[in-house]
Each structure stands twice: as C-alpha cells, then as structure tokens.
C-alpha cells in the first residue's frame, strides 16, 4: 500500500511540476523586434564575395543596433550556425545601453542577409569544393570588416575619442573571429570573447588540441540531417540539435521557450547555405596559429555540459595564446551551448566584468 502511495504521490508530484512549467513557458518574453519603439535602428552594410559570380543584386548583411551611439564600449555579437542575431535577447535586454553599445548581425548565408547561392554549372557542389562557393573564410572576413569600418555606423569613432570594441562570438561565430583576425589582426579590437567557439585544425603537435574538431554527441549526431534537402529531416534534425543545446529542459525552462523561435529562424537557412556553411569548417577554416597572433585580452566562456561543443576547444584556443596576451576564463556549470540565455546574469556579468577591467 505504501509503495502505490509513493508512485501515486511521484506523478502527481510530476503533473504538479509540469503544470507549473507551462504557464512559465507562456508568461516568458522571448525575443525582440527590432524597431524604433525598441531603440533599434537596422543597417544593411553592403558586402562582396571573392567569388563574384554569387553576388547578384545587392549583397548586404543586415546589422541591428540597439544602443546608444555615444557609450565608451561597443559590443559586436556574432551568432552561430544556422541562427541569427536573436539568440543575444539577453544581452540586448541586460546590458546598460549607457556603457555598452549593443550591436548585433545577421552572419552572410543567415538570418536576413544576403545568403550567396551558386546556381551555375560551374558551381555544381559535386566539383569540388565548389559547394562553399560564397562562404569562404576572407567572406566572413571582409564581412566583419565591412562592418566596423561602415560610414553609417560609425563604430570606430566617437566626437570625445576613446571609443572600444570588443567582439563576442557563440560557437560558429568564434571561428568567423578568427576568420577576421587571420585576415586584419586583432589590432582595431580592445578585447575578443570566445563563447563555446568552434576550433580551426590544429597548426602544429600541441596536445590541448588533440580532441580537434571537438564536436560534441548533439552535433555529430545531427550534422548529416541538418544538411538534409529533405524539409522533415531537416526540421527534425534542428529540433534535435536545438534540444541538445541546452543542458536541461525542465530545469531550465527559462532558457527553453526561445528554442521554438530559434528554430523558426534557423528554418530560413536553406540545405545549399547549410552545406557551405558547414563544408568550410573543415576546409577554410584557419588553423590554431591564428591565436597566436591576438595581442588584445580574451575572455573564453563555456557551458560544463555543452554537448555541442566541448568545453575542451577553449584549453586548446587558450594554450595557443601568446603568454603575454591576458586570458579569463568561465565555466558555467548546468550549462549547454546556450549559455547567453541559459545562464544570462552570469554570462552578463563575466562579459561586463572583462570590457570594465580593460583600460
């Protein structure tokens, strides 16, 4: 009798837990519109390929910005693969628009930029490594760029002088910073933030960079699908590699809700964009030896149980660093791939922590 109390008292107790949730779910505010009630303002940023052939019409990347032009310290937020600038709504919503300037983007091939796509025999994805055609690594360098040194805005400069830029970049993200610092260096940069970044093949024997690619179970077991031309596959695939991101549904149900807008973001990624996208990682990523040219302090933040990707790539990024160059490092436990809304105050915190101890 006691034991068929207990399982009564175990699944009510489970249906108490999960009724509770739900109205948790419906009562949270996601994402954020970017428009003029919301102090936003959006910049198309024109932009070319080295492969000239994909840019028909005008080729842009679209980039929100969500502050105050004249606070001393501007954030530019890369996102990573296949989403788009929403995943920083915390950032966008915590962080003192007063001190930091917030800008976001929508990285080449995502979101609503310009997303090159080769329909030319030339171009057939069998040839080659033709495929990538659009997405090669001085792409989303020129990209980055293009971005900092746009006239209209006006990133570098402020009337007072003493402006500071610093670049924050989630998983993909990570390795289109490297991409740019491989091509322009870090020197237009006051400090650079790694979160759960990708990781370029290793340069030399280093042994913090044996585990190279450091992909983890949710994405090894998900990378084929989410490349699928077949919409149920891909959905499914997404959905899946989304759950994997984060490191618990029903203990972190503030961080769960976005998932579903995320993925209607993620959706706008056509198969094609996925396979360039994905394809370079592999060849045209830069190798480690990019780190060991930042010359600018660095913040390396990851979730503990980040099954996406590792949280052993940030020992092999770190081991690559100059010793001369200044490092932080964070490690959000109970924490996924998502750590700038699962664990957003933390998140917030380190990052603010890390432009305010830089003078």
Known sequence: MKTVFRQIFSISSIVFVLA?????????STLIPCNAENNCQIYN?????????????????????WGN????????????FPHAHNIWVEQIKGLNKNKYRVITMDA???GNSF?????????????????MTGYHSMDF????DAIIHDPNL??????????KLFIVGHSYGGGIISDYINAYTANALSGIVFDASIVGPPANANPACAGFPFKGPGLLNNEQNLLSTDLSMSIAATKAFLDASVFNVLLNFYAYPKEHEILATDSMVPPAVRLGLGGRTLFDLPST??????????????????????PSADACIASEIPITTPITTKLFYFTGHFSMFEQPDLFNKALTNFIDGIH
């Open 115 to 131: 997303k090159p796509l080769c329909q030319l025999p030339s171009c057939d994805p069998s040839i080659g490594l033709n495929f």
């Open 45 to 65: 940023v024109p932009v070319h390929s080295t492969d000239a052939i994909v840019d028909i019409g005008n080729p842009t990347i679209q980039v929100q910005d």
């Open 108 to 110: 080449r091939g995502q």
């Open 69 to 80: 032009a004249s606070a001393p310290n501007v954030i530019l937020f890369i996102h990573g």
């Open 20 to 28: 509770s949730i739900t109205p948790a779910f419906a009562a949270i």
């Open 154 to 163: 006006n990133i570098l400069n402020l009337p007072n002088g003493g402006k």
């Open 141 to 144: 360098a020129n990209d980055i």
């Open 289 to 310: 030896a990019v780190y060991r040219t930042i010359n600018k302090p660095v913040l390396l933040i990851h979730g503990a149980n980040d099954q996406i990707i590792l």
